[in-house]
């Protein structure tokens, strides 16, 4: 049975980091390219940030504007994990946050992803 597990989530405060983590189970994660998306209470699920498969010999990202240069995202495929390092939160970045594994690098659209985690939540006070 194929899992994505997200941890790291949790109250922080306005200009404060905190390190997301995905660990898969069932399912070896290195042939994918991942990413996290996020979900505001009342709002759509929306892209943040994306990073490609092992098949490519360097690792590339991307990430929404709201978030570039503050957000890095990076993975290990020995452990088989993808992380999220959220730097200078905001609380505009409150949200249930995903990782989701699929075959196509860099797209932000959340149905062209295969597999999915069931989100931690994170709260950003100001």
């Known amino acids: 049975q194929v899992q994505l597990g997200e941890s790291g989530g949790g109250l922080v405060q306005a200009g404060d980091s905190l390190r997301l983590s995905c660990a898969a189970s069932g399912l070896s994660l290195s042939p994918y390219s991942m990413a996290w998306f996020r979900q505001a209470p009342g709002k759509e699920r929306e892209f943040v940030a994306a990073?490609?498969?092992?098949?490519?010999?360097?690792?590339?990202?991307n990430y929404a504007d709201s978030v570039k240069g503050r957000f890095a995202m990076s993975r290990d495929d020995a452990k088989n994990t993808v992380s999220l390092q959220m730097n200078r939160a905001k609380p505009e970045d409150t949200a249930v946050y995903y990782c989701?594994?699929?075959?196509?690098?860099?797209?932000?659209?959340?149905?062209?992803?295969?597999?999915w985690g069931q989100g931690t939540l994170v709260t950003v006070s100001s």
């Open positions: 989701a594994a699929g075959t196509t690098y860099g797209s932000r659209v959340a149905h062209e992803y295969i597999y």
């Open positions: 990073i490609s498969s092992s098949s490519r010999r360097i690792y590339s990202t």
